[in-house]
């Protein structure tokens, strides 16, 4: 059964607004929507493409009841093998495969979960298409795939075509004509593709997100995330990413390759895709300065990296405008020295929240609210926390913080994961969701090759996204008894 949200304030006032945009669209197809305001006039931009033959929508679409939820991992480096323990930690869970090019990671990671008393998955590895083989096997519900960004859409497309679940770390993919096919690729096989969105589960965000819902900033009317990481050191570690992955996405192009961390949770807050969307973004970045200067000071001539040139901006920044008229800035600088940062703010016509603020973060932020506060002076957000806390977060924020990395919200994505496979229920988010997300990598290259100006973001539901319906702001649920 899908869980329906509580109907709140908020939801009211969206819906009534809601409804109001897509009466104003006549079909309610993305062409149509009203024109944000924009500093500048929107090129048109492509119409979606047309449904091919079996391609239904995948909103709505619950997943059919497994009595237990089988997981087969592909890539088992710092994130993939980081996250084995938490997915056999889940009730009804088990890993029943793991795989990675490398067969040593595959034989760490089962040995892993062997030493903590789980059943021993299958291994497989040892050459680039070793995943094929996994997913040959019929005893994998669903595939977390763990690998360089380039290689997120074959492996994740393949999962969906061989029947299984796809979660798939972040971006998806980093071509709009590959994200198209991911979303094509779900509506014919019927199978789900989510984003390993975690930090969607982060406390502090999923309170934001009740708190929007329940109207407590009024009409929203902007938000601003991102991913502010200082990675210089693990970039140029030689023992960090596999082969330098991560560094060399730097020598190709300027691009925001990783703002989903800020960006997920602002649009979930506004319901992109679920009563609005994203209309149009525009790009801007700075000189790629924070490598080269990393490498001059720190970086040993005799290192390969001195043969490459960093092109990426240190800090883009992305602009991007709703249908209904909000405006979200969303942030990406791995380069430059500075504490971390997803900024997670999120502010409307009766009040503001900010993430990340003052000199600790540590279960931080501030707030500002009519009618509670006046006075223009910050308050601490702890008693909003604490009265909005999501019942996710009520019910297993214990066992999160046993059991799983970045503050318990991997684990609460992995439980919340199995517990909709297992229960029936229609994912928290979904291929449309993951594809406007990440669809700020192709994007933000297209605007900065235009010198900056804006360019249309993609309508991957097809005109759907003017229907309110469920997301992150779900109902209390129980884990279905383990068999
Ligand atoms: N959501 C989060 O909080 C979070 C945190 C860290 C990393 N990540 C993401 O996780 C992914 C992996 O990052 P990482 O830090 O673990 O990198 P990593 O280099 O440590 O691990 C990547 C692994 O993929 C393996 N691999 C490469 N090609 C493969 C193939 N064809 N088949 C099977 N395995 C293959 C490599 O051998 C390696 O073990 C990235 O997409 C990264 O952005 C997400």
Same mark, same amino acid.
């Given at each position: 059964m899908p869980d329906i949200p509580a109907v709140s304030r908020r939801?009211?006032?969206?819906?009534?607004?809601?409804?109001?945009?897509?009466?104003?669209?006549?079909?309610?197809?993305? $062409?149509?929507?009203?024109?944000?305001?924009?500093?500048?006039?929107?090129?048109?931009?492509?119409?979606?493409?047309?449904?091919?033959?079996?391609?239904?929508?995948?909103?709505?679409?619950?997943?059919?009841?497994?009595?237990?939820?089988?997981?087969g991992l592909?890539?088992?480096?710092?994130?993939?093998?980081?996250?084995?323990?938490?997915?056999?930690? /889940?009730?009804?869970?088990?890993?029943?495969?793991?795989?990675?090019?490398?067969?040593?990671?595959?034989?760490?990671?089962?040995?892993?979960?062997?030493?903590?008393g789980r059943p021993r998955p299958a291994e497989y590895g040892g050459s680039a298409e070793a995943?094929?083989?996994?997913?040959?096997?019929?005893?994998?519900?669903? /595939?977390?795939?763990?690998?360089?960004w380039e290689f997120h859409h074959e492996q994740g497309r393949a999962a969906l075509l061989a029947g299984k679940h796809a979660l798939?770390?972040?971006?998806?993919?980093?071509?709009?004509?590959?994200? #198209?096919?991911? /979303?094509d690729t779900s509506e014919r096989t019927r199978r789900h593709l989510i984003l390993s969105e975690n930090c969607n589960y982060g406390r502090n965000e999923l309170a934001m997100l009740r708190m929007a819902h329940d109207g407590l900033f009024g009409e929203i009317t902007n938000g601003h995330g991102g991913y502010l990481h200082d990675l210089r050191a693990l970039l140029f570690s030689d023992t960090y990413y596999t082969d330098s992955w991560r560094r060399l996405w730097h020598t190709r192009s300027t691009a925001s390759f990783y703002a989903m961390h800020g960006l997920g949770p602002i649009a979930a807050a506004m319901d992109v895709n679920r009563g609005d969307r994203m209309t149009a973004l525009r790009a801007t970045a700075t000189e790629p300065r924070g490598?080269?200067?990393?490498?001059?000071?720190?970086?040993?001539?005799?290192?390969?990296? #001195?043969?490459?040139?960093?092109?990426?901006?240190?800090?883009?920044?992305?602009?991007?405008?709703?249908?209904?008229?909000?405006?979200?800035?969303?942030?990406?600088? /791995? $380069? $430059?020295?500075?504490?971390?940062?997803?900024?997670?703010?999120?502010a409307g016509s009766r009040g503001i929240f900010e993430d990340y603020a003052g000199v600790t973060s540590a279960g931080g932020g501030r707030i500002y609210v009519e009618?509670?506060? $006046?006075?223009?002076? #910050?308050?601490?957000?702890?008693?909003?926390?604490?009265?909005?806390?999501?019942?996710?977060?009520?019910k297993i924020g214990d066992d999160a913080a046993g059991n799983g990395g970045h503050g318990g919200m991997d684990y609460v994505l992995q439980w919340r994961t199995v517990q909709q496979m297992r229960a029936g229920l229609v994912p928290d988010m979904d291929v449309y969701d993951a594809a406007v997300w990440c669809s700020p990598v192709p994007l933000s290259v297209r605007s900065l090759a235009a010198g900056g100006r804006p360019v249309p973001v993609p309508d991957f539901t097809r005109g759907s996204w003017v229907n309110r319906r469920p997301g992150l702001d779900s109902h209390p649920g129980e884990m279905p008894p383990v068999p």
């Open positions: 939801t009211l006032m969206g819906g009534a607004l809601a409804t109001g945009v897509a009466a104003g669209l006549g079909a309610g197809t993305a $062409s149509a929507a009203p024109a944000a305001p924009a500093a500048q006039a929107v090129p048109p931009g492509e119409p979606a493409p047309p449904r091919g033959r079996g391609q239904r929508s995948m909103a709505n679409v619950p997943f059919t009841v497994h009595r237990t939820v089988r997981v592909i890539g088992l480096g710092n994130r993939g093998h980081g996250m084995a323990s938490g997915w056999a930690a /889940v009730p009804g869970c088990t890993v029943t495969a793991v795989c990675d090019i490398r067969a040593e990671r595959a034989a760490r990671t089962a040995d892993l979960l062997a030493f903590e995943y094929l083989r996994m997913l040959r096997h019929d005893d994998i519900d669903l /595939v977390y795939i763990a690998t360089p798939v770390e972040l971006p998806v993919a980093t071509e709009l004509d590959e994200l #198209w096919d991911l /979303v490598l080269a200067d990393y490498r001059e000071r720190f970086v040993p001539t005799s290192h390969p990296s #001195w043969r490459e040139t960093y092109v990426n901006g240190d800090l883009v920044t992305c602009l991007i405008d709703t249908a209904r008229g909000r405006v979200i800035r969303a942030e990406h600088d /791995v $380069s $430059s020295p500075r504490p971390y940062s997803r900024i997670n703010s999120l009618p509670d506060h $006046s006075g223009h002076t #910050w308050r601490a957000f702890d008693s909003y926390r604490k009265e909005f806390d999501h019942w996710l977060w009520r």
